[in-house]
């Protein structure tokens, strides 16, 4: 009997060492796809995502998807400089949060979002080309934002001293809209800025001296408005290559 049960054992053995095979390629494969599968944005920012999508007047996201995986119904840019419909993410292993929002030449009919300024690490957003109207928000001030584009469209009223506020802004595009007033000095203090696109509005007035902090500006556009006065001798901008 000893060595029927003997069989027996290494039979169950090699059995057990099969299944322990499997399970850990199973693991093993688990691992894999969770690894590389990405992570939703955090729930407070895709409600803030819904929010904006209702104050755009943009019906077309689909919040049953991720935002932040490349899908074609947050990215779709189609390669046209007129149409771009992406929301980009920066992720880790661990997370993933909402950083870029384009929406150009959506046709979109509503107001600027207040709620951008619920997604703490958006750095760029780019409306151009829409229909949209009324005036920036209070609320983008406490942004962190570096690239602000916001051209051809219906907003209207003076350009607000809080934009002032928004240091880490490289680009800022107004340019074809209704804004009226003067230019206000606060955009002095955006230490960082690189381009600034003016043109075809309503502005009027002495353009601001205070301007000539603008240190690393390389790209001014300020034609198709009503400014009076001479520029001031900006000597300090050592690096413009546009005006």
Known sequence: MEPQLHVITRGSSSKLLL?????????????????DSVPFPPKEEVDALREIADELHKR?????????DNNTNFV?????????????CNCTAAECHV???????????GVL??????LPH????????????????????????????????R??????????????LTSLTLESNMFFGNVPASLGN???????FLSANNLSGEFPKELSGLTKLTVLRLTGNNFVGKLPNFSSWLNLQKV
Do not use: M
């Open 155 to 168: 907003l209207s009223g003076r350009i607000p001293d809080f934009l002032g506020n928004i240091t880490t």
């Open 99 to 109: 950083s870029h929002i384009i929406l150009k030449g959506q046709d979109l009919s």
């Open 19 to 35: 299944l322990n095979n499997c399970y850990i390629l199973v693991v093993v494969l688990l691992c894999f796809v969770l690894s």
């Open 122 to 153: 958006i750095a760029y957003f780019d409306v151009s080309q829409n229909y949209l109207n009324g005036s920036i928000p209070r609320q983008w001030a406490s942004t962190k934002l570096q690239k602000l584009a916001l051209a051809v469209n």
């Open 190 to 196: 955006l230490v960082n800025l690189e381009t600034l």
């Open 113 to 118: 979002p207040p709620s951008l300024a619920k």
């Open 60 to 68: 077309d996201w689909d919040f049953s998807l991720n935002p932040c």
């Open 76 to 88: 779709n840019p189609t390669g046209s400089k007129k149409f771009n419909n992406t929301v980009l």
